[in-house]
T-cell receptor, first 112, second 113 residues
Framework: KNQVEQSPQSLIILEGKNCTLQCNYTVSPFSNLRWYKQDTGRGPVSLTIMTFSENTKSNGRYTATLDADTKQSSLHITASQLSDSASYICVVSGQAGTALIFGKGTTLSVSS | DAGVTQSPTHLIKTRGQQVTLRCSPKSGHDTVSWYQQALGQGPQFIFQYYEEEERQRGNFPDRFSGHQFPNYSSELNVNALLLGDSALYLC????????????FGPGTRLTVL
């Protein structure tokens, strides 16, 4: 069964600290993997997208990594800010014509 | 250039009623996908429309139906509302040729009492 599992479910960190969110998937065949940021009550916004051949992709303070062999991805947030408080969702695309598969998300709270 | 827009923002209904949610895609996009997101969960795929036809459907009952208009905008209809239908309903638009490059709207928060 195609699944996307994220950990931890929630995370609380102090402003300025770094953190890493994890995503494991069992989707096969694999097309690409996206990380989205979703503020409370709003729609998800894309942060990064990686294909099978890409190992890392950065977007400002966000860096995503992908290991297609172990089917694992991580999202590293550097020097966290209060505005980083949100849910981060890992989304995997399978073969063409199939629906996106969403993880449940990790809820990040950044406190001052 | 407006992104994906949805209306209404919030909606309160009672069990057994019917509801219609609306979505206008990002300019230039021709495909609309609908998702249901329960509190604390990831979005669940409902269905996808292209050329005014339902192209894919997730595991949702027939109470959930949709429509796409010639201008690519779309509606999601839910009949015989249940308490469990309370959720954030997200619309995402894309180009059919790159259907997984989806841009999400702000969502409609539906509360069923």
């Amino acid at each position: 069964k195609n699944q996307v599992e994220q950990s931890p479910q929630s995370l609380i960190i102090l402003e300025g600290k770094n953190c890493t969110l994890q995503c494991n998937y069992t989707v096969s065949p694999f097309s690409n993997l996206r990380w989205y940021k979703q503020d409370t009550g709003r729609g998800p916004v894309s942060l990064t997208i990686m294909t099978f051949s890409e190992n890392t992709k950065s977007n400002g303070r966000y860096t995503a990594t992908l290991d297609a062999d172990t089917k694992q991805s991580s999202l590293h947030i550097t020097a966290s800010q209060l505005s980083d408080s949100a849910s981060y969702i890992c989304v995997v695309s399978g073969q063409a014509g199939t629906a996106l598969i969403f993880g449940k998300g990790t809820t990040l709270s950044v406190s001052s | 250039d407006a992104g994906v827009t949805q209306s209404p923002t919030h909606l309160i209904k009672t069990r057994g009623q019917q509801v219609t949610l609306r979505c206008s895609p990002k300019s230039g996009h021709d495909t609309v996908s609908w998702y249901q997101q329960a509190l604390g969960q990831g979005p669940q795929f409902i269905f996808q429309y292209y050329e005014e036809e339902e192209r894919q459907r997730g595991n949702f009952p027939d109470r959930f139906s949709g429509h796409q208009f010639p201008n690519y905008s779309s509606e999601l209809n839910v009949n015989a509302l249940l308490l469990g239908d309370s959720a954030l309903y997200l619309c995402a638009s894309s180009l059919w040729r790159d259907v997984n490059e989806q841009f999400f709207g702000p969502g409609t928060r539906l509360t069923v009492l």
